[in-house]
Protein backbone atom coordinates (compact mmCIF):
# COMPACT_ATOMS: atom_id res chain seq x y z
CA UNK A 1 0.00 0.00 0.00
CA UNK A 2 1.58 3.27 -0.78
CA UNK A 3 2.38 5.70 1.69
CA UNK A 4 0.52 8.81 2.51
CA UNK A 5 0.68 9.70 6.06
CA UNK A 6 -1.82 12.02 7.02
CA UNK A 7 -3.48 14.46 9.94
CA UNK A 8 -7.64 14.10 10.10
CA UNK A 9 -7.86 17.70 9.68
CA UNK A 10 -11.53 16.70 8.74
CA UNK A 11 -12.67 15.57 11.70
CA UNK A 12 -11.31 18.66 13.92
CA UNK A 13 -13.28 20.86 11.55
CA UNK A 14 -16.16 19.35 12.03
CA UNK A 15 -15.46 19.58 16.19
CA UNK A 16 -14.40 22.97 15.83
CA UNK A 17 -18.14 23.97 13.81
CA UNK A 18 -19.98 21.99 16.65
CA UNK A 19 -18.37 24.48 18.95
CA UNK A 20 -18.90 27.67 16.45
CA UNK A 21 -22.99 26.30 16.24
CA UNK A 22 -23.27 26.43 19.67
CA UNK A 23 -21.32 29.87 20.10
CA UNK A 24 -23.46 31.22 17.38
CA UNK A 25 -26.69 29.96 18.67
CA UNK A 26 -26.59 31.41 21.67
CA UNK A 27 -25.06 34.36 20.94
CA UNK A 28 -27.94 35.01 18.80
CA UNK A 29 -30.45 33.89 21.19
CA UNK A 30 -28.93 36.76 23.99
CA UNK A 31 -28.48 39.34 21.15
CA UNK A 32 -32.17 38.56 20.26
CA UNK A 33 -33.45 39.19 24.02
CA UNK A 34 -30.99 42.18 24.06
CA UNK A 35 -32.36 43.81 21.33
CA UNK A 36 -35.99 43.57 22.03
CA UNK A 37 -35.24 44.31 25.58
CA UNK A 38 -33.36 47.53 24.65
CA UNK A 39 -35.82 49.02 21.60
CA UNK A 40 -39.66 47.46 22.59
CA UNK A 41 -41.81 48.29 25.45
CA UNK A 42 -41.31 44.34 26.62
CA UNK A 43 -39.54 43.80 29.08
CA UNK A 44 -37.30 41.02 29.07
CA UNK A 45 -36.62 39.60 32.79
CA UNK A 46 -33.27 37.46 33.72
CA UNK A 47 -34.37 34.89 35.51
CA UNK A 48 -33.81 30.73 35.61
CA UNK A 49 -36.61 30.61 33.09
CA UNK A 50 -33.92 32.01 30.25
CA UNK A 51 -31.70 29.61 31.21
CA UNK A 52 -34.33 26.93 30.65
CA UNK A 53 -35.48 28.33 27.11
CA UNK A 54 -31.53 28.95 25.96
CA UNK A 55 -31.05 25.08 26.46
CA UNK A 56 -34.29 24.10 25.43
CA UNK A 57 -33.46 26.35 21.82
CA UNK A 58 -29.31 24.62 21.96
CA UNK A 59 -30.72 21.11 22.33
CA UNK A 60 -33.68 21.47 20.04
CA UNK A 61 -30.57 23.47 16.97
CA UNK A 62 -28.37 20.58 17.59
CA UNK A 63 -30.40 17.70 17.22
CA UNK A 64 -32.19 19.43 13.81
CA UNK A 65 -28.54 20.21 12.32
CA UNK A 66 -27.26 16.67 12.47
CA UNK A 67 -30.75 15.49 11.44
CA UNK A 68 -30.31 17.66 8.32
CA UNK A 69 -26.70 17.06 7.96
CA UNK A 70 -25.79 20.65 8.17
CA UNK A 71 -23.21 19.36 10.98
CA UNK A 72 -20.96 17.66 8.17
CA UNK A 73 -18.82 19.32 5.73
CA UNK A 74 -20.85 19.02 2.43
CA UNK A 75 -18.33 17.44 -0.55
CA UNK A 76 -21.06 17.73 -3.74
CA UNK A 77 -23.66 20.22 -2.66
CA UNK A 78 -24.07 23.51 -4.01
CA UNK A 79 -24.45 26.87 -2.28
CA UNK A 80 -28.34 26.92 -3.09
CA UNK A 81 -28.81 23.41 -1.62
CA UNK A 82 -26.77 24.36 1.52
CA UNK A 83 -29.51 27.66 1.53
CA UNK A 84 -32.05 25.42 1.15
CA UNK A 85 -31.21 23.35 4.18
CA UNK A 86 -30.75 26.62 6.52
CA UNK A 87 -34.00 27.70 5.44
CA UNK A 88 -35.55 24.33 6.68
CA UNK A 89 -33.74 24.64 9.84
CA UNK A 90 -35.02 27.59 10.57
CA UNK A 91 -38.70 26.98 9.36
CA UNK A 92 -38.68 23.96 11.30
CA UNK A 93 -36.81 25.35 14.69
CA UNK A 94 -39.34 28.44 14.67
CA UNK A 95 -42.47 25.95 14.88
CA UNK A 96 -41.24 23.89 17.45
CA UNK A 97 -39.78 27.01 19.33
CA UNK A 98 -43.43 29.06 18.82
CA UNK A 99 -45.38 25.81 19.63
CA UNK A 100 -43.74 25.76 22.86
CA UNK A 101 -44.30 29.08 23.26
CA UNK A 102 -47.80 28.72 23.19
CA UNK A 103 -47.73 25.72 25.20
CA UNK A 104 -45.57 26.96 28.48
CA UNK A 105 -45.46 31.02 27.36
CA UNK A 106 -42.37 32.08 28.27
CA UNK A 107 -42.64 35.29 30.05
CA UNK A 108 -38.98 36.43 30.78
CA UNK A 109 -38.95 35.57 26.83
CA UNK A 110 -41.48 37.12 24.55
CA UNK A 111 -42.67 35.38 21.02
CA UNK A 112 -40.86 38.79 19.08
CA UNK A 113 -37.39 37.61 20.84
CA UNK A 114 -38.08 34.05 19.20
CA UNK A 115 -38.94 35.09 16.31
CA UNK A 116 -35.94 37.64 15.90
CA UNK A 117 -33.49 34.78 17.12
CA UNK A 118 -34.81 32.56 14.10
CA UNK A 119 -34.00 35.37 11.21
CA UNK A 120 -30.74 36.36 13.41
CA UNK A 121 -29.69 32.59 13.83
CA UNK A 122 -30.32 31.75 9.83
CA UNK A 123 -27.74 34.34 8.38
CA UNK A 124 -25.43 34.08 11.32
CA UNK A 125 -25.11 30.12 11.17
CA UNK A 126 -25.50 30.23 6.86
CA UNK A 127 -22.54 33.06 6.77
CA UNK A 128 -20.62 31.14 9.10
CA UNK A 129 -21.17 27.54 6.98
CA UNK A 130 -20.84 29.36 3.62
CA UNK A 131 -17.47 30.65 4.45
CA UNK A 132 -16.34 26.95 5.75
CA UNK A 133 -17.85 25.83 3.15
CA UNK A 134 -16.05 27.49 0.73
CA UNK A 135 -12.78 27.37 2.89
CA UNK A 136 -12.99 23.28 2.90
CA UNK A 137 -13.58 23.52 -1.03
CA UNK A 138 -10.68 25.42 -1.89
CA UNK A 139 -8.19 22.88 0.20
CA UNK A 140 -10.13 19.66 -0.89
CA UNK A 141 -9.08 20.95 -4.66
CA UNK A 142 -5.29 21.66 -3.65
CA UNK A 143 -5.44 18.04 -2.45
CA UNK A 144 -6.50 17.97 1.37
CA UNK A 145 -8.75 15.68 2.85
CA UNK A 146 -9.16 13.43 0.03
CA UNK A 147 -11.47 10.09 -0.53
CA UNK A 148 -10.03 7.75 -2.64
CA UNK A 149 -13.05 5.78 -4.69
CA UNK A 150 -13.49 2.86 -7.26
CA UNK A 151 -16.01 3.82 -9.99
CA UNK A 152 -18.06 0.74 -11.35
CA UNK A 153 -19.42 2.35 -14.61
CA UNK A 154 -21.53 2.00 -17.24
CA UNK A 155 -22.37 4.06 -20.09
CA UNK A 156 -24.58 6.39 -17.57
CA UNK A 157 -21.86 7.41 -15.53
CA UNK A 158 -20.01 9.32 -18.01
CA UNK A 159 -21.20 12.43 -15.96
CA UNK A 160 -20.27 12.05 -12.62
CA UNK A 161 -17.02 10.95 -13.59
CA UNK A 162 -16.47 13.81 -15.21
CA UNK A 163 -17.84 15.97 -12.43
CA UNK A 164 -15.51 14.39 -10.20
CA UNK A 165 -12.20 14.33 -12.18
CA UNK A 166 -13.22 18.03 -12.91
CA UNK A 167 -14.70 19.76 -9.88
CA UNK A 168 -11.14 19.27 -7.43
CA UNK A 169 -13.71 20.89 -4.73
CA UNK A 170 -15.63 18.06 -4.27
CA UNK A 171 -12.20 16.14 -2.68
CA UNK A 172 -12.71 13.00 -4.26
CA UNK A 173 -9.81 10.85 -6.32
CA UNK A 174 -10.34 8.17 -8.99
CA UNK A 175 -7.98 5.21 -8.36
CA UNK A 176 -9.54 2.78 -10.80
CA UNK A 177 -12.75 2.77 -12.97
CA UNK A 178 -13.99 -1.17 -13.37
CA UNK A 179 -16.24 -0.89 -16.62
CA UNK A 180 -16.03 -2.77 -20.30
CA UNK A 181 -17.99 0.46 -21.37
CA UNK A 182 -16.09 1.53 -24.60
CA UNK A 183 -17.28 5.12 -24.31
CA UNK A 184 -15.84 5.08 -20.90
CA UNK A 185 -12.61 3.62 -22.27
CA UNK A 186 -12.34 6.66 -25.12
CA UNK A 187 -13.26 9.16 -22.52
CA UNK A 188 -11.37 8.17 -19.39
CA UNK A 189 -8.74 6.14 -20.82
CA UNK A 190 -5.44 8.34 -20.53
CA UNK A 191 -6.77 10.20 -17.67
CA UNK A 192 -7.66 6.63 -14.94
CA UNK A 193 -6.63 3.26 -14.75
CA UNK A 194 -9.31 1.34 -16.19
CA UNK A 195 -9.81 -2.32 -15.24
CA UNK A 196 -12.28 -4.79 -17.14
CA UNK A 197 -15.63 -5.92 -15.02
CA UNK A 198 -14.04 -9.35 -14.51
CA UNK A 199 -11.39 -7.78 -12.70
CA UNK A 200 -10.81 -9.36 -8.81
CA UNK A 201 -12.11 -6.11 -6.90
CA UNK A 202 -11.68 -7.40 -3.74
CA UNK A 203 -8.08 -7.60 -4.42
CA UNK A 204 -7.98 -3.92 -5.36
CA UNK A 205 -9.70 -3.07 -1.96
CA UNK A 206 -7.69 -5.34 0.11
CA UNK A 207 -4.28 -4.23 -1.28
CA UNK A 208 -4.71 -0.22 -1.98
CA UNK A 209 -6.29 2.92 0.04
CA UNK A 210 -10.02 2.92 -0.68
CA UNK A 211 -12.07 4.97 1.32
CA UNK A 212 -15.93 4.32 -1.29
CA UNK A 213 -16.84 2.51 -3.97
CA UNK A 214 -19.72 3.92 -6.29
CA UNK A 215 -21.16 1.35 -8.50
CA UNK A 216 -23.40 2.07 -11.93
CA UNK A 217 -23.58 -1.23 -12.93
CA UNK A 218 -24.16 -4.68 -10.70
CA UNK A 219 -20.63 -6.73 -12.09
CA UNK A 220 -22.73 -9.12 -14.38
CA UNK A 221 -24.92 -11.04 -11.07
CA UNK A 222 -26.63 -9.81 -8.25
CA UNK A 223 -24.64 -12.38 -6.21
CA UNK A 224 -21.45 -10.52 -6.77
CA UNK A 225 -22.71 -7.07 -6.55
CA UNK A 226 -23.80 -8.39 -2.70
CA UNK A 227 -20.48 -10.07 -2.27
CA UNK A 228 -18.98 -6.72 -2.83
CA UNK A 229 -21.27 -4.88 -0.34
CA UNK A 230 -20.61 -7.76 2.29
CA UNK A 231 -16.79 -7.01 1.82
CA UNK A 232 -16.74 -2.85 1.59
CA UNK A 233 -18.78 -3.85 4.82
CA UNK A 234 -15.76 -5.84 6.61
CA UNK A 235 -13.38 -3.35 5.44
CA UNK A 236 -15.45 -0.11 6.42
CA UNK A 237 -15.84 0.87 2.98
CA UNK A 238 -18.62 3.11 2.06
CA UNK A 239 -20.34 1.93 -0.94
CA UNK A 240 -22.50 3.58 -2.99
CA UNK A 241 -25.13 2.54 -5.29
CA UNK A 242 -26.89 4.34 -8.46
CA UNK A 243 -30.16 3.12 -10.66
CA UNK A 244 -33.41 1.59 -9.33
CA UNK A 245 -31.98 -0.93 -7.71
CA UNK A 246 -33.08 -0.92 -4.16
CA UNK A 247 -30.44 -2.91 -1.56
CA UNK A 248 -31.95 -5.88 0.38
CA UNK A 249 -30.77 -6.79 3.93
CA UNK A 250 -29.72 -5.40 7.04
CA UNK A 251 -28.37 -2.38 5.38
CA UNK A 252 -28.31 1.44 6.98
CA UNK A 253 -28.98 2.89 3.50
CA UNK A 254 -29.71 6.45 2.63
CA UNK A 255 -30.29 8.81 -0.37
CA UNK A 256 -27.58 11.35 -0.95
CA UNK A 257 -26.71 13.22 -3.96
CA UNK A 258 -23.31 13.99 -5.53
CA UNK A 259 -24.47 17.32 -7.26
CA UNK A 260 -27.85 16.16 -8.99
CA UNK A 261 -27.39 12.18 -9.16
CA UNK A 262 -28.88 10.33 -6.75
CA UNK A 263 -26.85 7.43 -5.05
CA UNK A 264 -28.08 4.60 -2.38
CA UNK A 265 -25.25 4.74 0.56
CA UNK A 266 -24.16 2.57 2.75
CA UNK A 267 -21.80 3.58 5.34
CA UNK A 268 -19.97 0.87 6.59
CA UNK A 269 -17.85 2.36 9.45
CA UNK A 270 -18.43 0.55 12.13
CA UNK A 271 -18.95 3.62 14.57
CA UNK A 272 -21.54 6.57 13.10
CA UNK A 273 -20.31 9.90 12.65
CA UNK A 274 -21.65 11.44 15.39
CA UNK A 275 -20.20 9.08 17.66
CA UNK A 276 -16.80 9.34 15.61
CA UNK A 277 -16.79 13.09 16.60
CA UNK A 278 -17.67 12.41 20.19
CA UNK A 279 -15.11 9.43 20.78
CA UNK A 280 -12.42 11.86 19.22
CA UNK A 281 -13.55 14.96 21.37
CA UNK A 282 -13.32 13.17 24.15
CA UNK A 283 -10.09 11.08 23.06
CA UNK A 284 -8.26 14.26 22.11
CA UNK A 285 -9.18 16.08 25.60
CA UNK A 286 -8.10 12.91 27.65
CA UNK A 287 -4.75 12.93 25.62
CA UNK A 288 -3.94 16.08 26.24
CA UNK A 289 -4.97 15.88 29.96
CA UNK A 290 -3.23 12.85 30.42
CA UNK A 291 0.35 14.53 28.77
CA UNK A 292 0.15 17.07 31.08
CA UNK A 293 -0.28 15.27 34.57
CA UNK A 294 2.33 12.88 33.17
CA UNK A 295 5.08 15.35 32.25
CA UNK A 296 7.27 14.77 35.28
CA UNK A 297 7.12 10.82 34.65
CA UNK A 298 7.54 11.03 30.89
CA UNK A 299 10.58 13.42 31.10
CA UNK A 300 12.20 10.70 34.49
CA UNK A 301 11.44 8.10 31.89
CA UNK A 302 13.29 10.27 29.04
CA UNK A 303 16.36 10.94 31.61
CA UNK A 304 16.24 7.19 32.48
CA UNK A 305 16.39 5.88 28.75
CA UNK A 306 19.51 8.55 27.38
CA UNK A 307 21.26 7.49 30.66
CA UNK A 308 20.99 3.92 30.11
CA UNK A 309 20.99 2.92 26.77
CA UNK A 310 22.75 4.28 23.24
CA UNK A 311 19.88 5.60 20.97
CA UNK A 312 17.03 8.27 20.40
CA UNK A 313 14.52 8.75 23.34
CA UNK A 314 11.68 8.20 21.23
CA UNK A 315 11.34 5.08 18.66
CA UNK A 316 9.41 5.98 15.19
CA UNK A 317 7.96 2.96 13.34
CA UNK A 318 5.98 2.72 10.47
CA UNK A 319 2.78 1.40 11.00
CA UNK A 320 -0.59 0.65 8.84
CA UNK A 321 -3.60 2.58 10.11
CA UNK A 322 -7.23 3.36 8.51
CA UNK A 323 -8.22 0.99 5.50
CA UNK A 324 -4.07 0.94 4.77
CA UNK A 325 -3.24 4.37 5.46
CA UNK A 326 0.21 4.46 6.80
CA UNK A 327 1.99 6.56 9.49
CA UNK A 328 4.34 6.93 11.87
CA UNK A 329 3.70 5.49 15.53
CA UNK A 330 6.04 6.85 18.37
CA UNK A 331 6.88 4.89 21.23
CA UNK A 332 9.44 5.14 24.01
CA UNK A 333 12.67 3.17 23.11
CA UNK A 334 12.65 -0.03 24.93
CA UNK A 335 15.21 -1.99 22.89
CA UNK A 336 18.75 -1.97 21.73
CA UNK A 337 19.76 0.43 18.86
CA UNK A 338 19.86 -1.99 16.16
CA UNK A 339 16.98 -4.09 17.22
CA UNK A 340 15.60 -4.50 13.82
CA UNK A 341 18.82 -5.60 12.21
CA UNK A 342 19.28 -8.54 15.48
CA UNK A 343 14.89 -9.16 14.48
CA UNK A 344 16.26 -11.62 11.28
CA UNK A 345 18.80 -13.66 13.14
CA UNK A 346 16.28 -14.24 16.00
CA UNK A 347 13.18 -15.23 13.67
CA UNK A 348 13.85 -18.80 14.28
CA UNK A 349 12.76 -17.92 18.31
CA UNK A 350 9.93 -16.31 17.01
CA UNK A 351 7.02 -17.87 19.87
CA UNK A 352 4.08 -16.18 17.91
CA UNK A 353 1.43 -18.18 15.50
CA UNK A 354 0.39 -15.86 13.15
CA UNK A 355 1.87 -12.88 11.29
CA UNK A 356 3.24 -11.11 14.33
CA UNK A 357 7.03 -11.44 16.20
CA UNK A 358 7.08 -12.13 19.68
CA UNK A 359 9.30 -13.30 22.18
CA UNK A 360 8.88 -13.61 25.72
CA UNK A 361 12.59 -12.89 26.91
CA UNK A 362 13.69 -10.86 23.76
CA UNK A 363 17.72 -10.40 24.29
CA UNK A 364 16.87 -7.04 22.49
CA UNK A 365 15.18 -5.61 25.23
CA UNK A 366 16.68 -2.98 27.49
CA UNK A 367 16.20 -3.31 31.46
CA UNK A 368 14.91 0.10 31.50
CA UNK A 369 12.68 -1.01 28.51
CA UNK A 370 11.51 -4.26 30.00
CA UNK A 371 10.07 -1.86 32.93
CA UNK A 372 8.35 0.24 30.66
CA UNK A 373 6.86 -2.72 28.30
CA UNK A 374 5.59 -4.53 31.71
CA UNK A 375 3.83 -1.50 32.83
CA UNK A 376 2.30 -0.05 28.97
CA UNK A 377 4.03 2.71 29.68
CA UNK A 378 6.04 2.58 26.83
CA UNK A 379 2.95 3.10 24.77
CA UNK A 380 2.34 6.85 26.22
CA UNK A 381 3.89 8.97 23.10
CA UNK A 382 1.15 7.75 21.51
CA UNK A 383 -0.78 10.66 22.83
CA UNK A 384 0.58 12.54 20.19
CA UNK A 385 -0.98 10.47 17.40
CA UNK A 386 -3.94 10.49 19.04
CA UNK A 387 -4.11 14.35 18.49
CA UNK A 388 -2.70 14.15 15.01
CA UNK A 389 -5.87 11.88 13.80
CA UNK A 390 -3.49 9.28 13.23
CA UNK A 391 -4.75 7.28 16.00
CA UNK A 392 -7.78 6.86 18.66
CA UNK A 393 -6.74 5.71 22.49
CA UNK A 394 -8.63 2.40 22.23
CA UNK A 395 -8.82 0.33 19.30
CA UNK A 396 -7.03 -2.64 17.54
CA UNK A 397 -3.10 -1.94 17.83
CA UNK A 398 -1.20 -0.88 14.69
CA UNK A 399 0.25 -3.39 12.69
CA UNK A 400 3.75 -3.20 10.66
CA UNK A 401 2.96 -3.97 6.74
CA UNK A 402 4.80 -7.02 6.86
CA UNK A 403 2.30 -8.68 9.14
CA UNK A 404 -1.15 -7.12 6.86
CA UNK A 405 0.38 -8.53 3.99
CA UNK A 406 0.34 -11.97 5.97
CA UNK A 407 -3.37 -11.28 6.86
CA UNK A 408 -6.29 -13.94 6.23
CA UNK A 409 -9.74 -12.07 4.80
CA UNK A 410 -11.49 -11.95 7.74
CA UNK A 411 -8.63 -10.59 9.77
CA UNK A 412 -8.60 -7.20 7.36
CA UNK A 413 -11.45 -5.75 9.52
CA UNK A 414 -8.90 -4.78 12.31
CA UNK A 415 -8.03 -2.12 9.47
CA UNK A 416 -12.28 -1.00 9.46
CA UNK A 417 -11.62 1.77 12.31
CA UNK A 418 -8.91 3.81 13.97
CA UNK A 419 -6.23 2.01 15.47
CA UNK A 420 -5.79 2.35 19.02
CA UNK A 421 -3.34 2.84 21.80
CA UNK A 422 -4.64 0.08 24.20
CA UNK A 423 -7.72 -2.21 23.23
CA UNK A 424 -9.11 -5.45 24.55
CA UNK A 425 -5.79 -7.54 24.03
CA UNK A 426 -3.67 -4.92 25.21
CA UNK A 427 -5.03 -5.21 29.17
CA UNK A 428 -5.18 -9.59 29.04
CA UNK A 429 -2.45 -10.57 31.59
CA UNK A 430 0.36 -12.31 29.72
CA UNK A 431 -0.92 -10.91 26.52
CA UNK A 432 1.97 -12.50 24.68
CA UNK A 433 0.12 -16.04 25.65
CA UNK A 434 -2.48 -15.03 23.68
CA UNK A 435 -3.13 -16.80 20.12
CA UNK A 436 -2.82 -14.37 16.90
CA UNK A 437 -6.45 -15.61 15.87
CA UNK A 438 -8.08 -14.88 19.02
CA UNK A 439 -6.44 -11.75 19.32
CA UNK A 440 -7.86 -10.89 16.19
CA UNK A 441 -11.31 -12.11 17.09
CA UNK A 442 -11.26 -9.75 20.28
CA UNK A 443 -10.53 -6.44 17.93
CA UNK A 444 -13.57 -8.03 15.53
CA UNK A 445 -15.43 -8.54 18.84
CA UNK A 446 -14.87 -5.35 20.34
CA UNK A 447 -15.49 -3.31 16.63
CA UNK A 448 -18.61 -5.47 16.05
CA UNK A 449 -19.95 -4.03 19.54
CA UNK A 450 -18.71 -0.63 20.11
CA UNK A 451 -20.02 1.86 22.40
CA UNK A 452 -18.28 4.75 24.34
CA UNK A 453 -19.32 2.87 27.56
CA UNK A 454 -16.96 0.12 26.67
CA UNK A 455 -14.36 2.40 25.18
CA UNK A 456 -14.35 3.96 28.95
CA UNK A 457 -14.21 0.64 30.83
CA UNK A 458 -11.43 -0.25 28.48
CA UNK A 459 -9.56 3.59 29.47
CA UNK A 460 -9.87 2.60 33.18
CA UNK A 461 -8.90 -1.54 33.10
CA UNK A 462 -6.12 0.07 31.00
CA UNK A 463 -4.57 2.66 34.15
CA UNK A 464 -5.39 -1.01 36.14
CA UNK A 465 -2.86 -2.44 34.10
CA UNK A 466 -0.21 0.32 34.41
CA UNK A 467 -0.70 0.38 38.03
CA UNK A 468 -0.48 -3.32 38.57
CA UNK A 469 2.12 -3.99 35.79
CA UNK A 470 0.04 -6.63 34.14
CA UNK A 471 2.05 -5.99 30.55
CA UNK A 472 4.18 -7.82 28.31
Known amino acids: MPMRPKINRRKL ?7 VDVLATLGTLFLASYLVHRFTYEQVIISSEIIFVSLIVLITWLVLLKATHLARIPRTRTTNMLFSDFVKLSFIGGIILMLLDWMIKFDSFPSMALALFIVLNFFVLFAIRYMTFKTVK ?3 ANGHNTRNIVVIAN ?3 ASLIHKILHQKEWGFKILYIISDSEVIKSQFGNLVK ?7 VKSLLRFDIIDEVICFDCLHTEKRLYELIDYCSDLGVTFRLHGKQHIVGNFKTRQQYFDTIPLFTIENNPINKFHQVTKMVL ?8 LFMSSPVLLLISLLIKLTSKGPIVFKQERVGLRGRKFYIYKFRTMVINAEELKEKLMVMNESDGPTFKIKKDPRITTIGSILRKTNLDEVPQLFNVIKGEMSLIGPRPPIQSEVDRYEEWQLKRLAVKPGLTCTWQIVPNRNDVKFDKWVQMDIQYIDNWSLKADVALFFKTFKTVLFARGA
Open 138 to 140: YFR
Open 155 to 157: DQS
Open 13 to 19: IMMFLGV
Open 194 to 200: IHPKSVN
Open 283 to 290: EISASFVI
